[in-house]
């Protein structure tokens, strides 16, 4: 009896391992239009089957907005979390670097409709918009970023599909290294303890 039950964990470890392995694919869709944002949340294993899923808005915000009134009510002290993440900065950046290499860009999408009241304003800022974009698109083969102008008032829209997959057995290793740190121990202490 004892045997099967230490069977049946063993499995149940090497099969998360796997997946650990195989990775796991996040996908978040949107579409902004005016003052609403309608989308999904997804995250899949083996690339098809779907473990968590949200869609937005869903009938919980109005449950949420109000537990976050209350949050904001009370005041955290900034300069004090600043001043212990600021001997971390460089950690950070190292954690950053390491884990940009274990996230695989499946497709990212997304495009902006952009206007000012101004049509000269409009015109500028888009300018700018699209210049970036040029810079930012030819940095990876799966990015599709785009941007058009509306010349209808001001307005902030868009829409998107962005798809990523995560190995996080990979991700492992340098979040121990981040974690060894004292001075990223500190930090989180101190998120910790303004919560």
Not at 22 to 39: A, M, Q
Not at 103 to 116: M, P, R, T, Y
Request: with cysteine; hydrophobic share 45%.
């Amino acid at each position: 009896m004892l045997n099967i039950l230490g069977m049946i964990i063993l499995i149940i470890i090497l099969f998360i391992i796997i997946l650990l392995i195989i990775g796991i694919k996040i996908s978040l869709n949107y579409n902004k239009r005016g003052s609403e944002i309608t989308g999904c949340f997804k995250i899949l294993i083996l690339k098809k089957i779907t473990v968590y899923s949200r869609k937005f808005p869903s009938d919980d915000e109005d449950k949420k907005e109000e537990k976050e009134e209350e949050k904001e009510s009370k005041q955290r002290d900034i300069k004090k979390l600043l001043k212990l993440a600021k001997p971390c900065f460089k950690d950070f950046k190292i954690f950053l670097k390491s884990s940009f290499k274990v996230i695989k860009v499946e497709k990212i999408e997304n495009h902006l409709i952009f206007g000012l009241d101004s049509f000269a304003d409009t015109g500028k800022y888009i300018g700018i918009i699209w210049a970036v974009l040029a810079i930012v698109n030819s940095m990876h083969e799966k990015l599709r970023l785009s941007a058009e102008p509306s010349f209808n008032g001001s307005q902030l829209d868009g829409k998107g599909v962005n798809e990523f997959e995560i190995y996080p057995l990979k991700l492992l290793i340098p979040t121990a290294r981040l974690i060894c740190k004292k001075d990223v121990r500190k930090f989180i202490r101190g998120v910790w303890d303004e919560r």
